[in-house]
């Protein structure tokens, strides 16, 4: 097992590990913040950090490599010296050191190095399920919805449309005046016929006339007397 990955198992029990004659790594949760170099606002989660300190003796992190890779401590210092040496000879030279998995040293303007430790998400309910949201991609799906919606707005105002609206609702119309059985359905009902007047004179008349006829045969003649 590499060494920078025993730091990090190490730092997954603690929440610091002492390297000696290096300095010391430390675990800590940090709150939801805005990163300009990813433009993007991350969500509350871990991040590792390093207090420089190049006359640190401890010996927690030695017992513990040499019981994780089963050598003896003065084998596991050597090996940890070793790593130690060759960071602070890049460093010394003004060279970016990165540590995979970990953070990378650069140096800022006065020449003095920094640490950058990384920053990573846990399962830890203090983080609600928050991930990174990242602005320049929200900002570009706003402008492709703007432009979505825009077509669309477009599209509605083109004549071929309105002629498709149009030609449907002409149909109906024509249909409901010509022919309105095929829109409204057949009446239930049949229409009445109308009473002529002529024919209530008529049967006026002949009920005048058979009553005349009717008074002059019921008239009895009288009989003169000698």
Not at 35 to 48: Q, S, V, Y
């Amino acid at each position: 097992m590499k060494m920078t990955d025993l730091i990090l198992k190490y730092l997954s029990i603690k929440t610091e590990v002492k390297i000696p004659g290096f300095g010391i790594f430390q675990q800590k949760n940090v709150p939801a913040f805005y990163d300009e170099r990813l433009a993007a606002l991350l969500p509350p989660a871990k991040e590792f950090f390093f207090t420089e300190d190049f006359n640190l003796k401890d010996e927690n992190f030695i017992q513990f490599v040499a019981k994780e890779k089963n050598i003896d401590i003065n084998e596991s210092y050597a090996e940890i010296a070793e790593l130690v040496n060759y960071w602070k000879f890049t460093l010394q030279n003004k060279i970016v050191l990165e540590i995979p998995d970990l953070g990378t040293f650069y140096f800022n303007d006065e020449g003095n190095f920094i640490f950058k430790g990384k920053h990573f998400s846990t399962e830890s309910p203090e983080n609600f399920g928050l991930e990174e949201l990242n602005l320049s991609e929200l900002k570009n799906r706003k402008s492709a919805l703007g432009k979505s919606l825009e077509n669309e707005y477009k599209t509605s105002r083109n004549p071929f449309w309105w002629l498709l609206l149009i030609i449907p609702v002409t149909a109906i119309i024509y249909l409901g005046t010509q022919n309105p059985e095929l829109i409204f359905g057949k009446k239930s009902f049949k229409n009445l016929k109308k009473t002529k007047t002529d024919s209530v004179v008529k049967s006026r008349n002949l009920l005048k006339d058979s009553t005349k006829i009717d008074s002059t045969k019921s008239k009895i003649p009288t009989p003169k007397l000698k």
